[in-house]
């Protein structure tokens, strides 16, 4: 993205029309350059090429392998417009020369269980692939060569880039089944990139972490025959995987002898080093991720130096490289950006440019004795020690009170149908209750005075002056709109993690800590540090004060323990299990106040649960599921049988792990299902799932109203499942991103739909 999110700035002038495709297309040449640059200074010596994209990198091998469906070609756009228009959809009215475009995007998806999305490669019935003329990573192989700098250009492989794929709609090809024809366009490539100049290349084929099915795996043998057949003519392949271990798949690396290296990621699986050395050909090298490509923290020399060295020691010091273990897509810019970080804490990160210069101090370690780098291994040794004992990280008191949980604490007192049947003396709600998930619009007057307050323009009582009228007119709008429990509507809230980092023990923040999520947006995750704790409540005064200007149930929200480790910059000294029980432990004391400041049904939101799932199926999953849901228990078990437990999902695809979700023991779910099947709510049924459950019935993500009528067929829909006294009313996640218009008018359409079945139900 650039030092400042460069790429971001460039990029969104350019679809908003402010510069010329050209200044876009200079700009990232740019980025290009000063990165390649940064790499060679901090003494890398391969350095890769092709790894930069306008917005997704699949989606440049979509284009390269000319995988684009026809509804994105036959608009005459440039090649730019119709990688944008794939990445990000294309609406755009008819002018006097050209006729009205309006296309959707491609499906974007999570990359492996990284917080990056990418573009599905989307194949057709008969899918056909062309090369694209100058391809990318030639032109970019040759624009650094240009610059004086030899690269090793970056590929999807094939195997990955098809079984990360899926069939169009109204198609039903196997992705894999196209691997031959794809084959010819890769050995095309790989001649390309000989004749320019490349000696390797590295071609990634990720999905080896993976289970395959039998398909896939077998699908290696042709590939890599096939690459590694072309000898001389063709730069020598360097295999990639990264983000776990390969050892279920080992006896693919029989396919694979044609290759020169393999480079796995021991960061994350330090342990597969064994069974990948000994399954390498006699000649094959071994690239060693030991620097963390996926977090923050600088990495520890004398443990990176031990593997390495380790390395060498087996293979020889020609058949090892020392790399990161993946990508540093997944970090952010430079630690140099941070004014404002405590050195304490800033002295135990490393970010992109530092993990670079890390990379040439560990070879040189290794390869000219320690003596040749010792200040900076003393520095090191330093800094890993201050951070293991300091204060800010260990906090006696908390390790206390996590070695006195007990699985009493993960229990309520009764049983769910004893506490609804409290919980309904108490709230008295319709058949039908309808509610929102949280949030309200944030509207360009909450940012200003959220801003004005963070740069001491107005004081804190004015700042909570401004909160107060936002909840009152919030209130006022759910009165309006005859809701039956309310919400605050969340004014205060920057991020829905970040704010409760912010109030927590044990977390710091970054002023330029971005990565990318998709496309031009990234994200600016909060770092966990330290052991967590809560000094003081952190919502409870927001939530109280909704409660006294209304007789309606107030809902109180919090982000739930795993939501927080996963959207953070998690610790690697201690277990994430332990930081989740943390993060449960401070949440529990909250959900205690809630409760005692009268607030009698509190939601405790999970969006990110399902993202954390292991990638293997498995006993990993089943640890995970395991410390996951103890830790949502734990936060929430604390309250009277009378107060009701609300959790919200932002997915419905849970059948593979539904007795997980069924396991949290929620009063009431709130799950996104409005652009789902119906049919997903099966799972309820087949499991006989007792609890209350709000399947949102339409799509928040869309400015678009619903009609009443449309949401009285989804919810007829949902009746053919789910019980009338189970089925809860409510939009499918929070509404911070809307208009208020839309806002009332859809929910307008969503209680008169409530409304309309209760008296149906009721004759
Ligand atoms: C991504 S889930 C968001 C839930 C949160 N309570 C909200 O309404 O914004
Ligand atoms: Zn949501």
């Not at 002018?95 to 999305?117: G, I, Q, R």
């Not at 509190?602 to 849901?629: F, H, M």
């Not at 999902?649 to 849970?654: D, K, L, M, R, V």
């Amino acid at each position: 993205m650039g030092v400042n999110r460069d790429l971001k700035k460039a990029t969104e002038a350019y679809w908003a029309g402010k510069v010329p495709q050209d200044d876009l297309v200079a700009e990232g040449k740019r980025l290009r350059l000063e990165h390649w640059k940064i790499q060679k200074d901090a003494g890398i010596d391969i350095i890769p090429s092709n790894d930069f994209a306008f917005y997704d990198h699949v989606l440049d091998h979509i284009q390269l392998f000319g995988v684009v469906p026809e509804r994105y070609t036959k608009n005459n756009l440039t090649p730019l417009d119709q990688y944008f228009a794939m990445g990000r959809g294309l609406q755009r009215p008819a002018t006097d020369s050209t006729p009205a475009v309006d296309v959707p995007a491609l499906e974007m998806v999570k990359w492996f269980d990284s917080n990056y999305h990418y573009v599905k490669p989307t194949l057709q019935d008969n899918q056909t692939f062309k090369l694209a003329s100058n391809p990318k990573p030639v032109a970019d192989f040759l624009e650094a060569k240009e610059a004086g700098i030899i690269t090793r250009p970056v590929l999807l492989g094939p195997v990955s880039f098809l079984h990360l794929g899926k069939a169009d709609r109204g198609h039903s090809i196997e992705p894999i089944s196209a691997l031959d024809k794809l084959l010819p366009l890769y050995q095309d490539l790989l001649k390309q990139l000989k004749e320019a100049g490349a000696e390797t290349v590295q071609i990634d084929e990720p999905i080896l972490v993976f289970d395959l099915p039998k398909r896939v795996k077998d699908a290696f043998k042709p590939a890599y025959e096939k690459l590694g057949s072309l000898g001389s003519s063709a730069p020598k392949i360097v295999l990639a995987t990264y983000f776990g271990d390969i050892v279920h798949n080992i006896d693919v690396l029989d396919y694979l002898k044609g290759v020169y290296a393999i480079h796995v990621d021991l960061v994350r699986n330090p342990e597969q080093f064994e069974t990948v050395a000994a399954a390498l050909g006699p000649q094959q090298v071994l690239s060693a991720g030991v620097v963390d490509g996926r977090n923050i923290w600088k990495t520890n020399f004398k443990r990176a130096i031990e593997i390495v060295e380790g390395a060498v020691q087996k293979l020889g010091k020609d058949r090892v490289i020392v790399a990161s273990s993946s990508s540093l897509l997944h970090t952010p810019h430079t630690l140099a950006s941070e004014k404002k970080l405590d050195p304490e804490i800033a002295d135990w990160f490393s970010f992109a440019c530092e993990k670079a210069k890390e990379l040439a101090i560990i070879a040189k370690a290794v390869t000219e004795g320690p003596a040749s780098v010792r200040d900076a291994l003393e520095a090191n040794a330093k800094s890993m020690q201050a951070r293991a004992s300091s204060s800010r990280t260990n906090d006696q008191a908390v390790k206390e009170r996590q070695s006195k949980v007990t699985p009493e604490l993960h229990e309520r007192k009764s049983p769910f149908p004893i506490r609804i049947s409290e919980q309904q003396k108490r709230l008295n709600l319709p058949l039908f209750p309808t509610t929102t998930i949280g949030s309200f619009p944030q509207t360009k007057d909450i940012r200003v005075h959220r801003n004005k307050f963070t740069k001491g323009e107005i004081t804190a009582e004015e700042y909570e002056k401004f909160i107060e009228k936002e909840i009152e007119m919030v209130v006022k709008v759910q009165e309006e709109l005859d809701l039956d429990v309310f919400v605050h509507g969340e004014p205060e809230r920057n991020d829905m993690v970040q704010y409760f980092g912010e109030r927590l023990n044990g977390y710091a923040f970054t002023t330029h800590g971005w990565v990318q999520s998709y496309g031009s947006r990234c994200v600016r995750p909060p770092i966990v540090v330290g052991d967590i704790s809560r000094p003081a409540p952190m919502t409870v005064k927001e939530s109280k004060y909704a409660a006294s200007i209304s007789p309606k149930p107030m809902k109180g929200m919090l982000t739930g323990p795993i939501t927080c480790l996963r959207w953070s910059f998690p610790r690697d000294d201690v277990h994430q299990s332990v930081q989740a029980q943390q993060l449960a432990l401070a949440l529990r004391d909250e959900v205690v106040d809630l409760e005692k400041a009268g607030i009698y049904v509190i939601q405790v939101d999970e969006p990110a649960l399902r993202e954390g799932l292991p990638l293997r199926s498995g006993k990993e999953r089943t640890d995970y599921l395991k410390w996951a849901v103890d830790s949502f228990r734990l936060a929430t078990a604390g309250v009277e049988d009378g107060t009701q437990i609300h959790s919200h999902f932002c997915y419905s695809e849970f059948q593979d792990f539904f007795y997980a979700i069924a396991a949290l023991d929620a009063d009431v779910l709130s799950i996104e299902n409005s652009k789902s099947d119906a049919k997903l709510l099966k799972v309820f049924v087949d499991e006989a799932y007792p609890r209350h459950i709000g399947p949102g019935v339409y799509d928040i993500h869309s400015p678009r109203v619903p009609s009443e009528q449309e949401i009285r067929d989804r919810i007829a829909e949902m009746l053919q499942y789910l019980k009338p006294d189970q089925l809860w009313i409510d939009p499918d996640c929070g509404l911070k991103t809307r208009q208020w218009k839309e806002t009332k008018a859809a929910l307008t359409n969503m209680v008169n739909a409530a409304k309309f079945f209760r008296t149906q139900y009721s004759k």
